[in-house]
């Protein structure tokens, strides 16, 4: 059982991580998606762009807590 919630935490450990060393890119690609000429005709969409990172960071946390979160319930062997 406690395998179980050492390789869970482990996994969110991982998920967290890799969504680090994945933020400059998607930081890279939204300023580069923002300062395109074309997309400013469209209202709004600068805002919305803008949002992209801090949408990513929240999404990767949230699955990292969600995985631990179940992890540790299952092995807990709770209902």
Do not use: C, H, W
């Amino acid at each position: 059982m406690q395998i179980n919630k050492i390789m869970g935490v482990i996994f969110s450990v991982i998920v967290v991580v890799v969504g680090l060393v994945m933020l400059p890119l998607i930081l890279t690609q939204t300023n580069t998606a923002s300062t395109n000429e074309y997309i400013s005709s469209f209202p709004g969409t600068d805002s919305i762009v803008e949002l992209i990172p801090l949408l990513y960071s929240v999404g990767v946390l949230g699955l990292a807590g969600g995985v631990a979160f179940f992890t540790l319930r299952s092995a807990k062997g709770g209902s």
